[in-house]
T-cell receptor
Framework: GAGVSQSPRYKVAKRGQDVALRCDPI?????LFWYQQALGQGPEFLTY????????KSGLPSDRFFAERPEGSVSTLKIQRTQQEDSAVYLC??????????????FGQGTRLTVV | DAKTTQPPSMDCAEGRAANLPCNHS???????VYWYRQIHSQGPQYIIH???NNETNEMASLIITEDRKSSTLILPHATLRDTAVYYC????????????FGTGTSLTVIP
């Protein structure tokens, strides 16, 4: 596709429910990032993939958060037993890294998760 | 991680240049300065980046001081569509290469 696509755009979950958020990066992009953005705040890093390898998951707030990118393309962020503090916009970004620093990241429009 | 400091908000008259400052006094020699902006309800959008030389593209200019401890993003002729939150980011050099966003500067372009 032309850009990073995320689905669903909006998700309402009952507290305790599991959710799965999908990210389709730009074709051929090696790097994929997940960010969490609370209302009124800047995006906070969650995790990073280079192809299918999850190289950094230091930003995941708890073991209820899990991300995967099994074939090095589409990625899924899963949140188990959702809690109200998980309510946020979840942003996905991809970039054509190839080892170079001076590349830009392209962001999707995000998934707004509301836990009620 | 190199941190950035930006003013929380700024106003700019439509048609005038918007100058957005950023301090990054702990930046390392091989770290780049990136600018992104986020218009309401959208994902962040890349604007420009640089290492030590001034840069210009179709969207903006980036002026980096000689000691690299601060930079300024310049939107030469601000329009109402430039109203957004602008993030100054120093790219951390590690395997993650993630972007660390701060709280940014909320720019309001006034008609």
């Amino acid at each position: 596709g032309a850009g990073v696509s995320q689905s669903p755009r909006y998700k309402v979950a009952k507290r305790g429910q599991d959710v799965a958020l999908r990210c389709d990066p730009i074709s051929g992009h090696v790097s994929l990032f997940w960010y969490q953005q609370a209302l009124g705040q800047g995006p906070e890093f969650l995790t990073y993939f280079q192809n299918e390898a999850q190289l950094d998951k230091s930003g995941l707030p708890s073991d209820r958060f899990f991300a995967e990118r099994p074939e090095g393309s589409v990625s899924t962020l899963k949140i188990q037993r959702t809690q109200q503090e998980d309510s946020a916009v979840y942003l996905c970004a991809s970039s054509l890294e190839l080892g170079a620093m001076n590349t830009e990241a392209f962001f999707g429009q995000g998934t707004r998760l509301t836990v009620v | 991680d190199a941190k950035t400091t930006q003013p929380p908000s700024m106003d700019c008259a439509e048609g005038r240049a918007a100058n957005l400052p950023c301090n990054h006094s702990t930046i390392s020699g091989n770290e780049y300065v990136y600018w992104y902006r986020q218009i309401h309800s959208q994902g962040p959008q890349y604007i420009i980046h640089g290492l030590k030389n001034n840069e210009t593209n179709e969207m903006a200019s980036l002026i980096i001081t000689e000691d690299r401890k601060s930079s300024t993003l310049i939107l030469p002729h601000a329009t109402l569509r430039d109203t957004a939150v602008y993030y100054c980011i120093v790219r951390v050099l590690n395997t993650g290469n993630q972007f660390y966003f701060g709280t940014g500067t909320s720019l309001t372009v006034i008609p």
